[in-house]
């Protein structure tokens, strides 16, 4: 018999984690970072391969099926309410943990690391918010900058719908076309899984080991926290009471690509798997998933706001520095945007910290304290972008009125 795909990612997890250990002690861990890990580079290269064709191709054919504008900003106007108010959500329990634990406080670290130009992207989020409107749209497509991407297409999907016969059959039928070519692909790709993630981690495992973690382990265990407390309270309750989902179902369905986001720290390279895990697994359809997934992976980011504020804090409390009310307010602010601002690639979070440190003037060196501990943090916060991205995926296609999905409540 068969394994399930979310089960063999799992035991590929278990396995890199294990080999990663062995490998450190009996010194070969060199190998792995080195030799193994090229599996997994081959891998995401492999995912980011798909991502723009994938993007263009679904979101047109996404919105030419939306049919008419009054659709459009209906479903845009919940896509936009559902991001700012569990990002917030986040930001919130994130805030509410780290002033009630104060990890940082009397901490001594000793592990500071400079981090080389911190300045230089502290300009970043306007230059992000601005960058949405490509001067090139095939220049933004060439170098991969998905927001411009999605922006592009969602205008010329639009704008098909609004052209005379026989073009927007033409073109209609074309995406549609590509479209599933490329989700034939992505799945071909999406089979290599396991191996990928068994090299992402063994590459990560061998490489940080576990003696980083106990200076750090308040820091990690509030942000860990009030991860858990985000995606397994607030999102679940959400999904029960607001769209009637069975939590249970959908992580189920979701499992793939939420262990897969873990693995790749990426939300943008998990995207080809959140499709179709939110398509065939949870029965939404693709003229809503292919319209609040790619938009949800680029700017809809629950775990990364939530870590961003809780570091900010962390970071001033460890420097002695007490921050006000009017201050903390601005962190969560500066979070949100960073968060909106951060891509989905690994370790985006940690470079937009700089934008919250500036805005409310604690040293950029600050970086240096948590970094040794990011790329751990970066998994679990991923994993949390893609929850709640798919979770807000399903509840607009409950509030649409879609009848498909597998994951209602019984
Ligand atoms: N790695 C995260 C993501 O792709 C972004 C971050 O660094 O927080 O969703």
């Given at each position: 018999m068969k394994m399930k795909l979310h089960w063999q990612i799992f035991l590929a997890l278990i396995i890199g984690v294990i080999f990663a250990f062995i490998s450190r002690a009996f010194g070969f861990e060199s190998l792995v970072i080195e030799q193994v890990s090229i599996l997994g580079d081959i891998f995401i290269r492999a995912l980011r391969m798909v991502i723009i064709p994938l993007i263009v191709s679904s979101i047109i054919s996404g919105v030419t099926s939306i049919g008419g504008s009054k659709n459009f900003g209906r479903l845009s106007l919940k896509t936009m309410s559902y991001y700012l108010l569990t990002t917030l959500l986040a930001i919130l329990t994130g805030l509410f943990l780290v002033n009630l634990l104060?990890?940082?406080?009397?901490?001594?670290?000793?592990l500071e690391q400079i981090p080389e130009n911190l300045n230089s992207n502290v300009e970043k989020l306007g230059d992000t918010l601005m960058g949405i409107?490509?001067?090139?749209p095939l220049a933004v497509m060439v170098e991969g900058k998905i927001l411009p991407v999605i922006f592009f297409s969602l205008l010329f999907g639009y704008f098909i719908t609004r052209t005379q016969q026989p073009y927007q059959k033409i073109l209609t039928d074309f995406f549609e076309a590509v479209f599933q070519v490329m989700m034939k692909l992505t799945h071909f790709i999406i089979l290599f899984t396991p191996i990928g993630v068994f090299a992402l981690i063994a590459k990560i495992v061998a490489q940080t080991g576990t003696d980083v973690f106990l200076p750090l382990a308040g820091y990690m265990l509030t942000v860990i926290s009030a991860l858990s407390i985000h995606a397994f309270i607030t999102l679940p309750l959400i999904l029960y009471f607001a769209g009637g989902i069975n939590p249970f179902a959908h992580v189920k369905a979701m499992s793939a690509a939420l262990l897969t986001a873990f693995s790749t720290s990426s939300s943008s390279a998990t995207l080809p798997l959140t499709m179709s895990s939110i398509e065939e697994n949870a029965g939404v359809s693709n003229k809503i998933s292919s319209f609040v997934l790619p938009l949800g992976a680029t700017i809809n980011m629950d775990g990364t706001a939530l870590y961003e504020c809780v570091a900010a804090i962390f970071i001033a409390q460890v420097y002695g520095i007490d921050l006000s009310f009017s201050q903390q307010f601005i962190v969560v602010i500066t979070a949100l945007l960073a968060s909106i601002g951060?891509?989905?690639?690994?370790m985006a979070g940690l470079v937009m910290m700089t934008i919250i440190l500036n805005a409310v003037g604690l040293?950029?060196?600050?970086v240096g304290l948590i970094l040794a501990v990011d790329r751990i943090l970066d998994m679990m916060r991923t994993a949390v972008n893609v929850w709640s991205d798919s979770s807000g995926t399903a509840l607009i296609a409950v509030s649409e009125g879609e009848k498909g999905l597998t994951v209602l409540r019984k």
């Open positions: 104060h990890p940082g406080v009397g901490a001594h670290l000793g409107i490509p001067v090139n951060a891509a989905g690639i690994p040293p950029l060196e600050g």
